[in-house]
């Protein structure tokens, strides 16, 4: 089962988290040969995804980087929900973590 986490960001403005993903026993997973992705959303059903960049930064430490760029925050704002999902070499896809990712409006503009 997924933890649950919310980030937050703010609009026109690049976003960068790492989650560190462990097993179990509570120790870092070894995430060598998996692959990750993320988006967000408004709610669970809208067509209209964000898509976060997402890797596996440092598979023997567990660590899943997701970032956005300022561009792709720039044309949202407010609450939307998100997971990351990581994908082993089999194929098998598991959801690490999910929340709501909120994009806190932009008042300087160019």
Same mark, same amino acid.
């Not at 089962?1 to 690049?14: K, T, V």
């Not at 976060?52 to 440092?58: D, H, L, P």
């Given at each position: 089962?997924?933890?649950?986490?919310?980030?937050?960001? +703010?609009?026109?403005?690049?976003?960068?988290? $790492?989650?560190? *993903?462990? /097993?179990?026993?509570?120790?870092?997973? +070894?995430?060598?040969?998996?692959?990750?992705?993320?988006?967000?959303?408004? $709610?669970? $059903?809208?067509? $209209?995804? !964000? &898509? !976060?960049?997402?890797? *596996?930064? *440092?598979?023997?430490?567990?660590?899943?980087r997701?970032?956005? &760029? +300022?561009?792709? &925050?720039?044309t949202?704002? /407010?609450?939307?929900?998100?997971?990351?999902?990581?994908? +082993?070499?089999?194929?098998?896809?598991?959801?690490?973590?999910? /929340?709501?990712?909120?994009?806190?409006?932009s008042?300087?503009?160019?």
């Amino acid at each position: 089962m997924a933890i649950y986490a919310n980030l937050y960001a +703010d609009q026109g403005s690049s976003f960068e988290a $790492t989650i560190n *993903v462990t /097993g179990a026993n509570g120790t870092a997973a +070894d995430l060598t040969g998996y692959t990750a992705a993320a988006q967000a959303r408004r $709610t669970y $059903t809208s067509p $209209t995804a !964000f &898509t !976060f960049n997402a890797t *596996v930064a *440092v598979p023997s430490e567990g660590a899943v980087r997701i970032s956005m &760029t +300022d561009t792709v &925050t720039d044309t949202m704002k /407010g609450r939307y929900m998100y997971d990351v999902e990581i994908t +082993d070499s089999n194929g098998i896809v598991t959801r690490v973590i999910e /929340g709501q990712y909120e994009v806190a409006p932009s008042i300087t503009r160019s």
